[in-house]
């Protein structure tokens, strides 16, 4: 159950974190580095679209993260939780990672961002099989 307490935690944490890379000043920096197009500027509505789609992105990230770390304090009501986090952690995260690759530059950070993913995913599905055996 510990285990469980320290990964709703951590994982939690992670995805405050995301918030605050997702913040508008600091997408914006992020957006011009990725779109090596000329045509996409800062002033467009496309610009301004994607970067307020970033920015809802981590709000609603952070309020994942909020009620991880929250329910951390009762693991074993928060079970419910878990398994949309190990879902989101296949889509949005490991997958949605590989797609970016094929268009963004910066392959490192987003291996690196696959690996994290990758073992917020497995320690999630390590930590639930004690419970699961417990329950059945």
């Known amino acids: 159950?510990?285990?469980?307490?320290?990964?709703?935690?951590?994982?939690?944490?992670?995805?405050?974190?995301?918030?605050?890379?997702?913040?508008?000043?600091?997408?914006?920096?992020?957006?011009?580095?990725?779109?090596?197009?000329?045509?996409v500027e800062q002033a467009t509505p496309a610009f301004g679209s994607a970067l307020d789609l970033g920015g809802v992105f981590g709000l609603e990230l952070g309020l994942i993260g909020l009620m991880l770390i929250v329910a951390a304090h009762a693991p074993f009501q928060a079970l419910s939780l878990?398994?949309?986090?190990?879902?989101?952690?296949?889509?949005?995260?490991?997958l949605n990672d590989i797609d970016i690759l094929r268009?963004?530059?910066?392959?490192?950070?987003?291996?690196?961002?696959?690996?994290?993913?990758?073992?917020?995913?497995?320690?999630?599905?390590?930590?639930?099989q004690p419970l699961k055996n417990y329950l059945d």
């Open 82 to 94: 878990v398994y949309p986090i190990i879902v989101l952690e296949v889509t949005r995260g490991v």
């Open 1 to 39: 159950m510990s285990q469980l307490k320290w990964w709703l935690h951590i994982v939690g944490g992670f995805f405050i974190f995301l918030v605050l890379v997702s913040l508008p000043p600091i997408r914006a920096n992020a957006f011009v580095s990725v779109f090596l197009d000329p045509i």
């Open 103 to 128: 268009w963004d530059n910066s392959m490192l950070f987003y291996i690196i961002f696959i690996i994290i993913h990758l073992l917020i995913l497995v320690m999630g599905v390590a930590f639930l």
